[in-house]
């Protein structure tokens, strides 16, 4: 390489993950998706689009539809950055109000 | 009444609507055609397309998110409509209404089509429910004079028709999850 000498190269880790090493359990969960009460969106609409877009049960999806309802919001997923975005984005098309934002 | 929306055996969804039915689908998805390629500045284009930052010091982001995702947003819920409009036969509204109880339109959606539909009477239910000023305490129920009764009376109708969809979609559903939970 241009100009190189004998001195080691230092290597970068490119990921997370190379330079933790794989053992490192801390979860890459820093962000979170909050749903906001609306009055126009139903409850078993809101219920559907927590199964649709998260996989989740029908108790849980309802369970936290009416944490939106009655508490006027609810978390209803964590992940990093870039997959809360992506969802955030999926629920604005089902019309439901949705941010994200750094769980603190 | 003979219910609008039907899950057959195969997935799909058969959809039957009165002639009056499909004459009010028609006007209201073509208004809501209209707002979508140019939402106005306000309430409605805010419920359309909300923040996805609330945090100010994220305005980088938010507006990223924007670039990102708003054009794509459009051509979907665009893409919903006029899939919607596509399925409903042309009417002659002053017709179908006279005509009111006979059959106006009778096909079926598969289940991704199913899905459109769901959205674009959703989106159609937030822009008129928005313009209307629907809240918690005043869901749309408007005396006969008011001058939002019309209005309030079809947003009734959209809601009453996409509860039925989202039932039907609940069924094919199931009530297991997918996730790790």
């Known amino acids: 390489m241009p100009g190189g000498t004998d001195t080691e190269e230092i290597v970068v880790p490119d990921t997370v993950e190379e330079l933790l090493g794989e053992d490192d359990v801390r979860p890459d969960v820093p962000w979170i998706i909050i749903v906001w009460n609306d009055p126009i969106n139903t409850w078993d609409y809101v ?14 999806a309802r369970r936290l539809m009416l944490e939106v309802h009655y508490q006027g919001k609810s978390v209803v997923a964590s992940g990093t950055r870039e997959k809360c975005e992506a969802d955030v984005a999926r ?3 089902y019309g439901l109000w949705a941010t994200l934002q750094k769980d603190r | 009444m003979a219910r609008t929306f039907r899950r057959r055996r195969d997935g799909r969804i058969t959809v039957r609507l009165r002639a009056d039915e499909v004459a009010l689908l028609r006007i209201v998805a073509r208004d809501v055609l209209l707002i979508i390629a140019a939402p106005p500045e306000g309430d409605v284009g805010a419920r359309l397309y909300p923040r ?22 459009a051509e979907q819920r665009h893409a919903a409509l006029a899939m ?23 096909f079926d959606l598969t289940a991704d089509e199913a899905l459109q539909w769901l959205t674009a009477v959703n989106d159609a239910r937030l822009v008129l429910g928005t313009a209307l000023g629907i809240t918690e305490d005043d869901d749309g129920d408007f005396a006969p004079d008011d001058p939002r009764y019309d209005l309030g009376t079809c947003y009734h109708w ?17 009530e297991a999850g997918t996730d790790d939970d």
Not at chain 1, 47 to 60: D, I, M, N, P, S
Not at chain 2, 52 to 73: C, I, Q, S
């Open chain 1, 47 to 60: 219920t559907f689009v927590f199964q649709k877009v998260f996989g989740y049960a029908r108790a849980k």
């Open chain 1, 91 to 93: 629920l604005h098309g």
């Open chain 2, 52 to 73: 996805a930052y609330l945090d100010p010091t994220e305005e980088d982001a938010e507006n990223e998110f924007r670039a990102l995702v708003h054009h794509d947003l």
């Open chain 2, 84 to 106: 919607l409009l596509d399925k409903l036969p042309a009417v002659d509204p002053d017709a179908a209404i006279q005509a009111g109880d006979e059959a106006g339109a009778d």
């Open chain 2, 158 to 174: 959209l809601t009453f028709r996409q509860t039925e969809l989202v039932e039907v979609l609940l069924d094919g559903i199931g």
